[in-house]
């Protein structure tokens, strides 16, 4: 017999803080305009209704940081991880509070200096990113960047490897890059995709006005938040338990019976590879290099894509996610990918996988912020955040309560049985 939850619509509550875009303005978090993810907002709820003080947290899909970052400025330990290299290096940079004022500004001062004098052939000195259609050839109908953008990333690239000699600087000087990224491009963030932005063929930036997008970043919000980084100290430090990798391998780092409160929003069940809509970074920040190192990293994330193949999975012993298959599987001839049963069959693999372990890393009393949505293949709405709330239970968890936090738009394909889903956060006792 499928059990009823508690179940509680917070829309009032959660529909803006739910959403990054609230971080745009805010210390550390603006450094990078990333699309996904909560708000602060949400991580200060969270604090304000607990009964506890917690001693040290988990995040297993640290995504851009918001979660060890604002736990940090709070005093809270939190390990966390991430497999990207790319949303790694996001979080670690947020993370680091040894920057001052005086050091930053030399460094400002020696690259604004090297962009001055610019090499004329900056391919010979820095590589072009790899893949087909970085810049313009005769293969090519579409291209990520015109020669002059690429040549002002690459000067910039060039810079910071040659006159920033400090790691940690380096690295912060690399995110301020990456903020322009897509700026310089000829490409936007569309959903789970990037697409070419209107009129992409005449909209040419010279390899000046590249220098100059990132340096104005340097002296404005990143000149601002180092001046308040350098004026006050943290008693903690999360960048040293920030770990890169797959959370399901690496999961062994956090001490059993040692966490006292999660928070994390996973992966969506919606088939979204987030490798393609940060590609631009990965590339362009040389953090991959191959299409074998793409599918490697692709190999180690969640599985709630389709962009790799998986071995048959068989569904784990849930009768919602049972009833949800069979259902679907009288239109799986028309789906526009053969492999979106195993792959929801993965995901929840993996979810149950992941509890069984917060099972042992979690103290008696702890708590679980668990942000999820469901999704809808072949005109069959997935209850993921039920189907959730039955695995944690039946890893020894008990549901307080499912919170509806908003409404999402479902996929074109969806729309006209399906339209919108249900955003939830699934608050978990242990």
Known sequence: ???????????????????????????????????????????????NELSFVPSCALEPFCGSGTTPVELQNHNIRCYSFEV???????????????????????????????????????RKVEVLPFGDTIVKTEKTKKWNFHDTAIDGILDIRYAIRTVVDDEEYRRLFTIAL???????????????????????????????DIHNFFLDKLNS???????????????????????????????????????????????????????DIYMLELKVLQLINSHEELRE????????HVQVPYDKILPIENERLKNSLLEMSNNELNAWNSDIINMICAYFEDMQFLFSEFAKKMRKGGIIYFNVANSAYYGVEVPVDYIIADIAESCGFKVREIRKARDLKTSPQQSDKIKKLRESVIIIDY
């Not at 803006?16 to 907002?41: A, C, L, T």
């Not at 990224?181 to 909209?203: D, H, M, T």
């Not at 966490?259 to 590879?273: G, K």
Request: glycine share 2%.
């Open 221 to 275: 919000i990143f000149a601002e938040d180092i001046r308040i980084i350098s004026k006050n100290s943290s008693t903690v430090s999360n960048s040293d338990i920030c770990y890169i990798g797959d959370v399901r391998k690496n999961i062994q780092h956090v001490p059993n019976g040692k966490i006292d409160l999660i928070i994390t929003s996973p992966p969506y069940l919606n088939s979204r590879d987030y490798t």
């Open 297 to 304: 990293l692709r190999k180690n994330t969640l599985r709630s």
């Open 1 to 47: 017999m499928l059990k009823d939850y508690n179940f509680i619509d917070c829309t009032e509550k959660y529909h803006s803080i739910m959403q990054f875009d609230k971080n745009k303005n805010v210390f550390v978090h603006r450094w990078y305009p990333f699309v996904e993810g909560y708000s602060k907002e949400f991580i200060e709820d969270i604090l």
């Open 84 to 122: 990207s290299p790319f949303m790694y290096l996001l979080s670690t940079v947020k993370l680091e509070r040894k920057y001052d004022v005086e050091t930053f500004e030399s460094y400002v001062n020696v690259v604004t200096k090297k962009l001055s004098r610019t090499s004329r052939n900056i």
């Open 178 to 208: 990456a903020s322009i990224i897509v700026q310089a491009s000829n490409l936007f963030r569309n959903g789970k995709c990037l697409s070419y932005k209107k009129g992409w063929e005449n909209r040419i930036f010279s390899r000046k």
